[in-house]
């Protein structure tokens, strides 16, 4: 066996337990990671949600803005961990809005969430009315990721921190080819959101390898 596959199957051995060492979710989350697995619906991944709530809980936000709501997963486990924050969503796919509504029905913490429709490259004036924001969350169209960025970090208090997921995107941004010119066009634009990331003038980032990659930007500056 060559290193590199030994390697891989040494990482996967160590992920399986330490998924396996995660207590169990509350059962309509669990329906829902078992409904994203069915339905091909990119949810985050669980070490990688794991290690983001807590953060969460040593930060305390007590607003928090998520770009990507897919199916309400996590802005329910964030609502979940932290029951006196509000978690303003946003999601543009009509079928996926439509889910999150029904999955964050039916849960005991709809209160706290606001779940916005639409594209959020088009709604920083109605999200802003909401703001400001102890903590953003981005996890959308990987694309789109440092206009997100430099759209909403306005609206972040001064001690405020933004997490950003996917950034490692399955490892592929440390590899040298790829095949595919599609993929290979979106790694390059992750590749340059990290590069620009970990150069910002206002902000201290950290990647963790966890989950798919999740990047941790603290805003620099006076406290609240």
């Known amino acids: 066996m ?5 390697r891989s199957l040494l990482d996967q051995k160590l992920l399986s337990y330490i998924e396996e060492l995660i207590p169990q979710r509350d059962p309509l989350v669990a329906e ?36 990507g709501t897919a199916i309400g997963y996590s802005a329910l486990r964030m609502a979940m961990t932290l029951p006196d924050a509000r978690i303003v969503t946003i999601e543009r796919n009509d079928e996926r809005y439509v889910s999150a509504c029904e999955f964050i029905s039916r849960s005991n913490h709809q209160e706290q969430i606001v779940l916005l429709q639409g594209d959020a490259l088009e709604l920083e004036d109605t999200v802003s009315s909401f703001a400001p924001f102890d903590a953003i ?4 169209a990987k694309g789109q990721y440092q206009k997100f960025f430099s ?35 979106l790694v390059r634009k992750i590749a340059d959101f990290n590069r620009w990331l970990m150069n910002h003038p206002d902000y201290d980032t950290v990647i963790l390898p966890v989950g798919d990659g999740v ?6 500056g006076e406290s609240k």
């Open 137 to 140: 969350f981005i996890d959308a």
């Open 215 to 220: 990047a941790i930007s603290k805003k620099r």
């Open 151 to 185: 759209i909403y970090s306005k609206h972040l208090n001064g001690d405020g921190m933004i997490i950003t997921d996917n950034v490692l995107f399955k490892g592929l941004v440390a590899e040298e080819e790829i095949d595919s010119k599609r993929t290979r066009n």
């Open 2 to 6: 060559h290193l590199k596959e030994w």
């Open 32 to 67: 829902m990671e078992e409904y994203a697995a069915i339905h091909h619906v990119p949810i985050m991944e669980l070490t990688g949600i794991e290690a983001m709530l807590q953060l969460l809980r040593v930060h305390r936000p007590a607003n928090i803005l998520e770009i």
